[in-house]
């Protein structure tokens, strides 16, 4: 999944590699669009179905069985 900021700023996506490797879980990576790296979002390890808030301001997801936002 791949999401873009309202603004269109941010995008960010689900990265699963780690998936099935010594327990390893999903994370969210996001990245400016002026950016060339990417960073994994704390805490947002086996987190599903991202979005951003409706003002750009902060990035919700869904984890163990909760919306939550970072």
């Not at 700023?9 to 999903?26: K, L, M, P, T």
């Not at 960073?39 to 069985?65: H, N």
């Amino acid at each position: 999944m791949v999401l873009v900021s309202e603004c269109g700023a941010f995008g960010g996506w689900i990265s699963d590699r780690n998936v099935g490797h010594r327990g390893g879980e999903s994370q969210i990576y996001m990245r400016g669009i002026g950016e060339m790296t990417a960073r994994a979002v704390p805490g947002t390890e086996g987190a599903r179905m991202p979005f951003f808030s409706p003002d750009g301001q902060w990035l919700g997801i869904y984890s163990g069985g909760m919306i939550k936002n970072t």
